[in-house]
């Protein structure tokens, strides 16, 4: 029993190489370079401008890592010829954020500001005090950079306000009923 998601061919778009070295793969493109060791079990051939995933055996497991691999190098791919990027709102009245080099400074309604240094591989890009995107080629890196943000003031249900993926609905709640 082989994953239906790993079944799938990866399309291999101009300007992507990709180094197959025993286990493991190294993808490279236009902006940057990622590595990804392969799990036992699990094989790779490039056949027609495009990349096949395989497995060796029918168990669970082997079906399991088969799709896993899959995702992942095809988020590679993606990564190295378009990147990812996260956008994310502020909602708030004196809410704001301002870039200050490659860091991000916000005011979120505490008694101080919060700095928000970038680690390697993503960048920040401010296009007003209320609007800021989380870019680079990792695609797990950048949503995690994005949910971090988001959690430094949540969008709260009464009044909607907070940080919060452009986009994303916000459940609202109805406040104190007055006599």
Do not use: W
């Not at 490039?46 to 082997?62: C, K, P, Q, T, W």
């Not at 590679?76 to 301002?98: A, D, H, N, P, Q």
């Not at 080629?137 to 452009?166: F, T, W």
């Amino acid at each position: 029993m082989a994953s239906h998601i790993g079944k799938l061919p990866i399309a291999i778009p101009a300007g992507v190489d990709i180094e197959i070295d025993g286990n493991d793969i190294v993808v490279k493109g236009p902006k940057g370079e990622m590595s990804y060791v392969l799990p036992t079990g699990v094989t790779v051939k490039i056949e027609d401008n495009a990349l096949f995933v395989g497995v060796m055996s029918a168990d669970r497991a082997a079906s399991a890592k088969h799709g896993l691999s899959r995702s992942l190098l095809a988020s590679y791919i993606e990564g190295v010829s378009k990147g990812f990027e996260k956008k994310l709102e502020i909602v708030g009245t004196g809410y704001r954020v301002v870039a200050k080099g490659p860091a991000l400074e916000f005011s979120l309604g505490y008694s101080h500001t919060i700095t928000v240094e970038p680690p390697e591989g993503i960048t920040f890009t401010v296009e007003n005090a209320t609007h800021l995107t989380v870019a680079g080629i990792d695609k797990q890196l950048v949503g995690e950079v994005a949910a971090r943000i988001r959690k430094l003031r949540a969008p709260e249900p009464y009044k909607g306000k907070g940080i919060k993926y452009v986009g994303e609905y916000i459940r609202r709640k109805a406040g104190k009923a007055g006599k």
